[in-house]
């Protein structure tokens, strides 16, 4: 299993951060896909998740700003956030939840991205 | 949401000694629903335990894990070089799922 991501590293302040993780390898509807930050001020924290059927789970801290959706066709989920600001400049991770036969929702990330770094900057 | 706490913040020891890593939670975590995450410079962290105790596929013997309710321990047995990096706790009962702020283990 491989999740590779790309998408634009360097924003003005009030742009839009467009992210996209494409899947390699596994069943893509078997599991749920997630989107994680990494900055040095709040650590890592968890953006939210979606499984196949589109349906997203948020981070309720970050107030909704989010938007997480997939594409089954091409083995795809992206992550868009409107109006950055400097406070949203981090290390953006994609990731996979690893689920058991009858669960997504309690499980750990076992598959991660390689990272985009995300600066927001005028 | 819950908050998790990692101590010490870096713990520096030499190859072949054993490190303890605590992790504890604001308030108890759902059946120990709780994971270890191994992070080396410029790479994504790495899964390395799961609920609470369970070694993801691949990783040696040397990591284990333990506890439940709101204490948390990973240690790592015989340490070798490549085990620099920082460790991050992560819990996963209740949404949102959030991380500890790490620990950093030097290998001197």
């Known amino acids: 299993v491989q999740l590779q991501q790309w998408g634009a590293g360097l924003l003005k302040p009030s742009e839009t951060l467009s992210l996209t993780c494409a899947v390699y390898?596994?069943?893509?509807?078997?599991?749920?896909w997630s989107w994680i930050r990494q900055s040095p001020g709040k650590g890592l924290e968890w953006i939210g998740d979606i499984n196949h059927s589109g349906t997203p789970n948020y981070n309720p801290s970050l107030k909704s700003r989010f938007t997480i959706s997939v594409d089954t066709s091409k083995n795809q989920f992206s992550l868009k956030l409107g109006s950055v600001t400097a406070a949203d400049t981090a290390l953006y991770y994609c990731a996979r939840k690893s689920c058991t036969r009858t669960t997504c929702y309690r499980r750990p990330f076992d598959y991660w991205g390689q990272g985009t770094l995300v600066t927001v900057s005028s | 949401e819950i908050v998790l706490t990692q101590s010490p913040g870096t713990l520096s020891l030499s190859p072949g000694e054993r490190a303890t890593l605590s992790c504890r939670a604001s308030q108890s975590v759902s059946s120990t629903y709780l994971a270890w995450y191994q992070q080396k410079p410029g790479q994504a962290p790495n899964l390395l335990i799961y609920d609470a105790s369970s070694r993801a596929t691949g990783i040696p013997d040397r990591f284990s894990g333990s506890g439940s309710g709101t204490d948390f321990t990973l240690t790592i047995d015989r340490l070798e070089p490549e085990d620099s990096a920082v460790y991050y706790c992560q819990q996963y009962g209740s949404s949102p799922w959030t991380f500890g702020q790490g620990t950093k283990v030097e290998i001197k």
């Open positions: 390898g596994g069943s893509f509807s078997d599991y749920h």
